[in-house]
Every structure is written in structure tokens, then in C-alpha cells.
């Protein structure tokens, strides 16, 4: 599949504010704008599993936070019916998606296009939206507007796709994962992982129903909602 032309990333762009969702630090690879992170290596497979279960009939996704960009490369060319379109607010991360971007050379892996969840978001058109761990690397009200604009922007039956670690009723479902926790919010207090009801009840007021939550490796899930 080949994606209709996208914006090329502009030569200077804002660096993310400190309200901003912002990735753990990568590795830098020898080349100078390509990122490596060691969870996206290790998560992507797992992923691409699910999504390709869930997205059979999607065309258009939009990925919120792309970071280094390897998820986006390993998505596009997992699922080639795909038009990959990935974003991020830090002009680093944009950097490093145009350098794997280019190795990779895949025709439905599209430019980035610099996107903040609480900005206006560009006009671009999209029938699934993917975040994969930036709910909890996030202020909650992160969450609430990316749960706001799919349910404006989603078509009927469209795909929100969620990655990452989960409270459930309240709790924990690991120790590592109430020691992450801690650690986030010690970077960050405005950070944590949530708990999957609050997600949830948040998703319902935006037109989005919780279509299935399927349990990951290292205590994470996946969730699935559609509009």
C-alpha cells in the first residue's frame, strides 16, 4: 500500500515542555538522529500480534508519541494494508523517526507530523489511533484529551489502541508494577500508572466502548476500544 503524501517534518521545531509526554530515555545508535529503546524492542512483536487481530479493517492509523520511532517501522511493515502515520511532540524523537524511517524505505510509513495530545492537532485523517505507553508517561489530563479526540475524530467502528501498565480496581497487579510507579512519579508527580477503570469511565463519556483487554508480557495490557 502506498499513503498519499504527508507534511515533511519541518528543519526546527519546539522541543516538548515539561507538561509534555516524555519517553524514557533511548539508547543513541552511531548514527546521530536514530534512537534505540530496549522496551520497543522487546514489546513490538507482542504488539503487532494484537493489532493485527484488531485492525483488519482499518487503513489509516494515527500513532500518538512514536518516540524513536522502531514501533512505527515494525508496524508498517507487519501490516502493509496500513497508511502508519507517526507523531511525537519532541523534535529529537521526530529526528530519530525520520532516520528509521528512511532505512526502512516503506511506501505506507508516512513523514511524522510534530503532535502535543493538549495542542490542536493537524488535519489529518484517520480511522484508528494507536499510544502505546503514554498514558501513564503523561499528566492525566493527557488522557483526557486524547480520549476527547477520538471521539470526535474516530469514524464509526473505529479503533483506539492502548499499551501499557494497569491498576486494576485500585491495585496493582505486580509489585514491579507498583515499583514503576514510583518511580514515575518521582520524575514526575503528574505521572503514574493509572487504573484501568478511571480509563475506562473516561472512555465511555467520549462515545468509546471497551471492546476487549488482552493481558501482555511484563504485566502490561492491551485495550482495545471502539467508537
Known sequence: MSCPPAPEVPESLPLADASSPVRPTPQELSEPS???SPAAARNRDAILGV??????????VLELASGSGEHAVRFASGLPHLCWQPTDASA???????????????PNLQAPLAL???DPWPEVTFDSLVAINLVHISPWRVTTELMRQAGRRLPPGGVLYLYGPYKREGRHTAPSNEGFDVQLRSRNPLWGVRDLGA??????????????MIEMPANNLSVVFRR
Open 51 to 60: 493489532l493485527r487481530e484488531v485492525m483488519g479493517e482499518s487503513r489509516r
Open 34 to 36: 536514530r534512537l534505540a
Open 116 to 118: 502535543d495530545v493538549l
Open 92 to 106: 529529537r524523537a521526530l529526528a530519530s523517526i525520520v532516520a528509521w524511517r528512511e532505512e526502512a524505505s516503506l
Open 199 to 212: 480509563v475506562i469511565e473516561e472512555a465511555n463519556r467520549n462515545g468509546l466502548t471497551l471492546d476487549k
